[in-house]
């Protein structure tokens, strides 16, 4: 490699901000509430930072209105969408914990791996809400379903806001610590079974102190198309730092050549995050 950039910040992170990494998210947002944050590439859906926010408000409050409390676990179950965003930003606004599943797992494989963090909700699409209806059957765990399933939470009826929801706290009134988790993310498994790793939002904090150094001031672009699954932890570091940056970001749900190729050529994207090539 021509250059190297090296971490300026010191071990014991003095510059590195220690609050909860929601409350970064909710900052930008304010900051650029009028911009575009994401389009979806396949169905042409789109999205404000200012409607972002009030989205995630809304369901965070459904979500202390059916007992979520801070420490809770809400798996989100899905391929890259706008919603898979809301339901991560609300997750942060109650305190609760995001795990986040790849949604091509089969029924035993999902069921093993929500039994390591034993959720209290799970949110999903209609096209995978069957799998995720069998995983949690023995579990007691709520299910919220875009487009809607049987005995399900229909996501849609979360944006509605109603004056019997409870207020949300305050950041401060959440408490959550710097090395608490942020989320849950699990490893590949190409060497065994796959394993949760914890991500604490001092975590998510200092990959976005590295990014926003000055020496990576290069890589830094105002817009992005993503396509990398963000249960994996390049998916999920993008998209969400680049909500903190105040990215417009264009989703796929999964790689598709034409449309990727295109977006790029109609939108004029100047960045992409992919795994390189062993060759």
């Known amino acids: 490699m021509e250059k190297i950039v090296t971490c300026p910040y010191s071990p ?33 859906q789109r999205i404000t930072y200012q409607e972002l926010g009030r989205k995630s408000e809304t369901v965070a409050r459904h979500l202390l209105g059916f007992g979520c409390k801070a ?15 809301i339901a991560t930003i609300a997750a942060w606004r109650t305190g609760a914990v995001v795990v986040a599943i790849n949604p091509l797992l089969t029924v035993g494989e999902l069921k093993t791996q929500l039994a ?9 699409i209609s096209d995978l809400a069957k799998v995720a209806v069998e995983a949690t059957a023995p579990m007691h765990c709520q299910v919220i379903v875009k487009g809607g399933f049987e005995h399900c939470i229909a996501v849609e009826s979360l944006f509605e806001l109603t ?6 706290p305050t950041f401060e009134q959440l408490k959550v610590k710097p090395n608490d988790p942020a989320m849950i993310l699990f490893s590949s498994g190409t060497t065994g079974p796959q394993k949760a790793v914890i991500v604490p939002h001092y975590s998510l904090q200092s990959q976005l102190a590295i990014v ?6 290069p890589m830094i672009f105002p817009e992005q198309v993503l ?30 050549l034409r449309l990727y190729l295109k977006c790029i050529q109609d939108n004029k994207v100047s960045a992409f995050f992919n795994m390189p090539e062993k060759h």
């Open 12 to 44: 014991n992170g003095e510059r590195i901000p220690s609050k909860n990494f929601g409350l970064t998210v909710f900052e930008s947002i304010r900051e650029h509430s009028a911009s575009v944050a994401m389009e979806d590439i396949t169905s042409g």
């Open 71 to 85: 420490g809770d676990f809400i798996t989100i179950f899905s391929p890259n969408s706008i919603e898979w965003v």
């Open 116 to 124: 390591i963090c034993n959720p209290r909700f799970l949110y999903t």
């Open 163 to 168: 004056d019997r929801l409870p207020e949300l």
């Open 212 to 217: 926003r150094h000055q020496e990576c001031s």
């Open 227 to 256: 396509f990398t699954p963000f249960p994996h932890v390049v998916g999920a570091s993008t998209i969400l730092h680049g909500l903190v940056l105040g990215y417009k970001s264009f989703l796929l749900p999964r790689f598709d």
